[in-house]
């Protein structure tokens, strides 16, 4: 079974500041792969994905992610964050061997101090 | 995109009750799913919805406890029963997007948050 993982729960950033945050994923052969991001009171918005190819995606917003295979790592990153980019991100995996279901990370709170 | 409309988007209910859920999209799809968010908590999932179907419950969850009703292609229903306060979360509907194929990608409703007294 395909699991993910979220190492930090929060993270606080300045706006302008850059932003990473982190996604480990465990599956057996190449997964689907999603940020999604949860403003207050919002449902979830996608914010980009990895099928195949180029291992560096970008998404909306000006985020991008890249995909690391070796590292089993997923990793979102915004070089200047905005203080309405304050919400909380979730990486997912997919997989097609497990009828498409999406699992899902703890999730990360980003809080962005002026 | 789909566009997923929920109701009611947020309620307060009493022990013992139950409520049920609605979930409309703009378009025929194929695959419905129900989610759970606890109070900080990720996201889980409750069950599959096919229409012509019974649903396909997760390890975890049971029909008598989240029946689910799927008449049609573009609606879905899920009644959370006996409510106690552990089933305060919010309950997301999603869909799969039907332009990106086999891969999962789902759409999301914007939730039902309950609040169980």
């Known amino acids: 079974a395909q699991s993910v993982t979220q190492p930090d729960i929060h993270i606080t950033v300045s706006e302008g500041a850059s932003l990473e945050l982190r996604c480990n994923y465990s599956?057996?052969?190449?997964?689907?792969l999603f940020w999604y991001v949860q403003s207050p009171g919002q449902g979830l918005q996608l914010l980009l994905k990895?099928?195949?190819?180029?291992?560096l995606v970008q998404g909306i917003k000006g985020f991008e992610a890249e995909f690391k295979r070796s590292q089993s790592s997923f990793n979102l990153r915004k070089p200047s964050v905005h203080w309405s980019d304050a919400a909380e991100y979730f990486c997912?995996?997919?997989?097609?061997?497990?009828?498409?279901?999406?699992?899902f990370g703890g999730g990360t709170r980003v809080l962005v101090k002026p | 995109s789909a566009v997923i409309s929920q109701k009611p988007s947020r309620d307060i209910c009493q022990r013992g009750t139950s409520l049920t859920i609605q979930c409309q999209v703009d378009s025929q799809v194929t695959m419905m799913f129900w989610y759970r968010q606890q109070p900080g908590q990720s996201l889980t999932l409750i069950a599959t919805a096919n229409q012509g179907s019974e649903a396909t419950y997760e390890s975890g969850f049971v029909i008598d406890k989240f029946p689910i009703s799927r008449p049609n292609l573009t609606f879905s229903t899920l009644t959370v029963s006996n409510m106690s306060p552990e089933d305060s979360s919010i309950y997301l509907c999603?869909?799969?997007?039907?332009?990106?194929?086999?891969?999962?990608?789902?759409?999301f409703g914007e939730g039902s948050r309950l609040t169980v007294l």
């Open positions: 999603s869909v799969e997007d039907a332009l990106a194929g086999d891969t999962g990608e789902l759409f």
């Open positions: 990895y099928f195949s190819g180029d291992t």
């Open positions: 997912a995996v997919g997989a097609w061997a497990a009828g498409n279901k999406l699992t």
């Open positions: 599956y057996g052969a190449t997964p689907y």
